[in-house]
């Protein structure tokens, strides 16, 4: 039951190296993940450090190491060094294409029920949340935001996994509270909302 629930929480999160990395199946992957995060976040937010002038030194010492190493092989007979094919497999492509389309296409399917169909719902939810996200957004800048993000990703699953039965039954009761609630509102405000009838919209 116990490696059940584990395997459950590993594909819920996609079954790949990035749901090793989060669950911490591959420590040495996470950590140096956590550790990166870490070092630039240090470096952008406390140091100082500009985004633009770290990527060009970083991409400059790159170069200059790749650069000197060919020649050097070259000279002494030396491998060259080992780079991957760079490019990106229309296969690749096709995939990332194919997901940001689905997003992309539900994004326009909430716009289009707020723009054209007038569902009072959809736009307050829509609403809240926005507000939400710019009350949060306030308290910190988008590169603290990220780096919040990346050590809740680190942390929250892998506590889920291991707390999975407690976790679900306050998760549950939660839920409940926030229904009742919400069917609570439901009825006071949003029913009240006049909706825009399927007929006059055929007239318009």
Known sequence: MEKSRRSSVHRTLGGGAVADVILWRKWTLSAAFLVGSTALWFLFERAGYNLLSFISNVLLLLIVILFFWAKSASILNRPLPPLPNLEISEEASVKAADELRVWVNYALSIAHDIAIGGNWRVFL???????????????????TLIYIGVLVSLSLPVLYEKYQNPIDDKLSVAYNIARIQYEKIDSLVLQKIPLASKKEKKTE
């Open 125 to 143: 939810k829509v609403a809240t949340l926005l507000w939400v996200i710019s009350y949060i957004g306030s308290f910190f800048n988008s590169l």
